[in-house]
């Protein structure tokens, strides 16, 4: 079982930057693709980054590439998700996910969740 703890959402200015990280404990980290998503009041799960197993291939939905950067540390089991420029649309619920398919794109691709953090942009 493994568990994920999600840290560093808050209130920022739009333009601004937050650094998210997420803490996996409770199985082998490196076994396992790491993936964030986001969900807004009132709408569906959306896909914001995966990262594979090595941290070798990354992937990104279009409504954060170029701004937003996954990477991980099989070391400290970390996968923080550095967000740049950013806007009042990114405003959501962000959560951590962990599965066994490589950088996937979908929710189902992955078994364990975090609880989340809110991160606000205000305009």
């Known amino acids: 079982q493994v568990q994920l703890v999600e840290s560093g959402g808050g209130l920022v200015q739009a333009g601004g930057s937050l650094r998210l990280s997420c803490a996996a404990s409770?199985?082998?980290?490196?076994?396992?693709?790491m993936g964030w998503f986001r969900q807004a009041p009132g709408k569906e799960r959306e896909f914001v980054a995966a990262i594979r197993r090595s941290g070798a291939v990354t992937n990104y939905g279009d409504s954060v590439k170029g701004r937003f950067t996954i990477s991980r540390d099989n070391a400290k089991n970390t996968v923080p998700l550095q967000m740049n420029s950013l806007k009042p649309e990114d405003t959501a619920i962000y959560y951590c996910?962990?599965?066994?398919?490589?950088?996937?794109?979908?929710?189902?691709?992955?078994?364990?969740w975090g609880q989340g953090t809110q991160v606000t942009v205000s305009s």
């Open positions: 409770g199985g082998t980290f490196s076994n396992y693709a």
């Open positions: 996910a962990a599965g066994q398919y490589g950088a996937s794109r979908s929710p189902l691709s992955y078994n364990y």
